[in-house]
């Protein structure tokens, strides 16, 4: 343990060496708060596609995943299954309409890009004002990258947050999208070569004597109700029934469509490179979440006796099955994975407060001067990067149990909310700002009285955002139909833009 103890603080120095280095040249290309917001038209389709993989993926995908797939077996691998599908599929509703905007309008965020849609300032700060719920995302990831630190790096889980605070806080505040894309790109590709590494490890029943045969007989015998013959479990409040699994799904329809991640396709070069962004980021998120198959192998080589907490399995079998240069290695990529998420939910957080709200809610109620304007949001942008982290660090000290379900609280309140306005209305010419408002209140509505104790309880917040994003939807159609006539186009102020 102690020769991976000393890898890993060696490939974690040039890690974070790399990472602030990336920091520096995203500064050189940040002159204005809207090169820190967007990078706009600045990246190539394969670049972005990278950036959004690793985004969608995160320290959920690379530890919760394979702990969940750990502790409850074969019937958790529904989630890496089915999130990429229905994330990419979802995609190919907005992405296109979202660069539109983004080139045509000037927009920077998920909210203004909404607010823009349906002309109305009151959707744009509500969705910025339910966009903090992001902070659930930070947190699982700062709870991630310091559990890294604890048993790869022996440091204590405390000091391993303030590190990742400290980098990641360093880097963004410096170069802000561009440091994101720049940072997320690399660390997106080690992400498809670990994802890639531990599928062949799972196929070989690497470390198991006998083969992958021994590991799916192991599997059997110590996971009896997680085996690979089993499609769900019984009772289980996130895969006890298809029903489950399909609002799992449904869920994840709006997800690429968070600030994290929509804002994204603004930094694509051009339009014509969307095909190709699309395809490649089909490819790369859909081997990522195979990081699940982990948390399968380790239940075949890792003793059943071991007392591990269900999200540090992934380091855990790393320093069980690899000689300690490679398991330091690939634990520095594991991560990446975490960083990569972290520093965009970090720059969408902290547009919030210096687009959505300062440029354009209080400024233009102001005498102030473009120039003075523009250098405040950028300050604004810089400075609450440390807001928002030492903010989620304070909550992330006393780690949740599941990643992969604590992040989703926060997750579950965005999509249920967006789901009507974004997808139903990029689809829909005839969708309006009433029907927007109204989708987005019954979608947030139903999210939280389905899963908060004083509504209906149901701790699944998979389950509970499925059912907002199909309430939200629903309540957008019927709406629409009824306040608007066939052959109204809605998006004419847009289309006179062109």
């Not at 995609?91 to 998920?110: N, S």
């Not at 196929?203 to 690979?228: M, Q, W």
């Not at 239940?299 to 398991?327: H, K, M, N, Q, Y």
Request: charged share 10%.
């Amino acid at each position: 343990m102690d020769s991976v103890i000393m890898w890993s603080w060696i490939f974690m120095t040039i890690f974070i060496g790399a990472m602030l280095f990336f920091g520096y040249l995203g500064m050189k290309k940040t002159h204005t708060s809207d090169d820190f917001a967007t990078a706009r038209s600045s990246y190539g389709p394969i670049t972005i596609a990278l950036v959004i993989s690793a985004g969608i993926a995160s320290g959920s995908t690379f530890m919760g995943m394979p702990g969940l797939s750990y502790a409850l077996g074969a019937p958790s691998l529904w989630y890496p299954l089915l999130y990429p599908v229905a994330t990419v599929f979802g995609m190919l509703f907005f992405a296109k309409a979202i660069k539109e905007y983004g080139d045509k309008l000037g927009t920077r965020t998920i909210p203004e890009f909404i607010g823009n849609r349906y002309n109305s300032n009151i959707l744009r700060l509500v969705l910025a004002v339910i966009s903090i719920l992001l902070i659930f995302y930070v947190i699982s990831q700062l709870v991630a990258a310091a559990t890294m630190f604890q048993i790869m790096m022996g440091l204590d889980y405390g000091v391993g947050i303030i590190i990742t605070i400290v980098v990641i806080g360093i880097y963004v505040f410096l170069g802000g999208s561009h440091s994101d894309i720049m940072t997320d790109a690399v660390q997106g590709a080690l992400m498809v070569m670990i994802a890639l590494i531990v599928v062949i490890c799972f196929a070989l029943g690497v470390g198991v004597d006998g083969g992958f045969g021994e590991l799916i007989d192991r599997i059997t015998e110590r996971r009896p109700e997680g085996h690979f013959g089993q499609l769900f479990i019984p009772g289980d409040e996130t895969y006890g029934s298809i029903w489950l699994v399909l609002l799992l799904l449904i869920a994840h329809l709006p997800f690429a469509v968070q600030p994290h991640l929509g804002n994204k396709f603004m930094a694509v070069r051009s339009n014509k490179d969307l095909k190709m962004l699309l395809m490649f980021t089909t490819v790369f998120a859909t081997i990522l979440p195979l990081m699940g198959l982990g948390g399968m192998l380790a239940i075949g080589v890792l003793d059943p006796s071991t007392e591990i907490r269900a999200d540090a399995v992934i380091p855990t079998l790393f320093t069980e099955i690899f000689p300690p240069f490679l398991a330091a290695f690939l634990a520095v990529a594991v991560l990446s994975a975490v960083m990569s998420t972290s520093d965009g939910l970090v720059v969408s957080l902290t547009q919030i407060l210096a687009n959505d709200i300062f440029r354009l809610s209080i400024v233009p109620r102001t005498n102030m001067s473009e120039g003075k304007a523009e250098k405040y949001e950028l300050a604004i942008s810089r400075y609450s990067t440390f807001l928002f982290l030492i903010l989620a660090g304070i909550v992330a000290w006393n780690p949740p149990e599941f990643l992969s379900i604590f992040m989703w609280i926060g997750i579950g309140g965005i999509v249920s909310a967006t789901a009507g306005p974004l997808v139903v209305g990029s689809l829909w010419k005839r969708a309006n700002r009433t029907s927007a408002i109204t989708s987005l209140a019954a979608g947030t509505i139903a999210y939280w009285f389905i899963y908060l104790p004083f509504g209906l309880d149901v701790s699944n917040p998979f389950a509970a955002a499925g059912m907002g994003v199909l309430i939200s939807m629903a309540v957008m159609v019927i709406m629409t139909l009824a306040t608007s006539k066939p052959g109204d186009n809605n998006l004419v102020q847009f289309e006179d833009s062109k």
